[in-house]
Every structure is written in C-alpha cells, then in structure tokens.
Nanobody, 116 residues
C-alpha cells in the first residue's frame, strides 16, 4: 500500500493550496480517506475525512475554508485549502482506513507553511 501526498508549500495568509494524495494497493472506494495535520509541539489532529463519494467531516477550525474530495478513477483524495491562516502551518498527512476500528495506512506527509 502506498499513499503519495503532494501539493504542500509556502503561501501567504489568505492564500490557497490544494493537497493531493494518490493511493495504490487498496480498493480505494471502500476506504475512509482523511487528511490530518501535526504542528510542532502539538498532537496530530484530524482536518477532514470523506467516506464514499460525499460523506464529509471537518474539524471546526477549517469548516468553510477547506474542502475534501475524492476522484475514484484516479484513486486520489484532495484537500482544497482556502483563506489559509498562519495557524494552518503543519505537516499534512493522508490516511486510508478500511474501518474506524483499524489504524489503516499513512502517507509520508507534506509541509504546509502559511506566512503572516
């Protein structure tokens, strides 16, 4: 199983970025796909996840600014991030879970830095 995350970078506050995570080795449509982030000195936290094609869940801190989506034929999940804030700075990780009962698989992380 491989989860290849990309799209991170440096952006000014108020800007936008789109993260991508390409999955292989899993039956993509059956997995819960999620984006998590970890800032220095803080615990990893859920940003957003998606079940099936349209059942989404967001952290309160990103509601209305971030959008998670998935492209089934491309086995890819996206995180569109708008109105970015310095507090969004973190390493963002992609996760694939067959079920919430299991830890699943993690991607390698991509750095997002938002300057003020």
């Amino acid at each position: 199983v491989q989860l290849q995350a990309s799209g991170g970078g440096l952006v000014q506050a108020g800007g936008s970025l789109t993260l991508s995570c390409a999955a292989s080795g899993i039956i993509f449509r059956t997995y819960i796909m999620g984006w998590y982030r970890q800032a220095p000195g803080r615990q990893r936290e859920l940003v957003a996840d998606i079940r099936g094609v349209g059942m989404t869940n967001y952290a309160d801190s990103v509601k209305g600014r971030f959008n998670i989506s998935r492209d089934m034929p491309k086995n890819t999940v996206y995180l569109q991030m708008n109105s970015l804030k310095p507090e969004d700075t973190a390493v963002y990780y992609c996760r694939a879970q067959f079920s919430e009962r299991f830890d699943g698989y993690w991607g390698q992380g991509t750095q997002v830095t938002v300057s003020s």
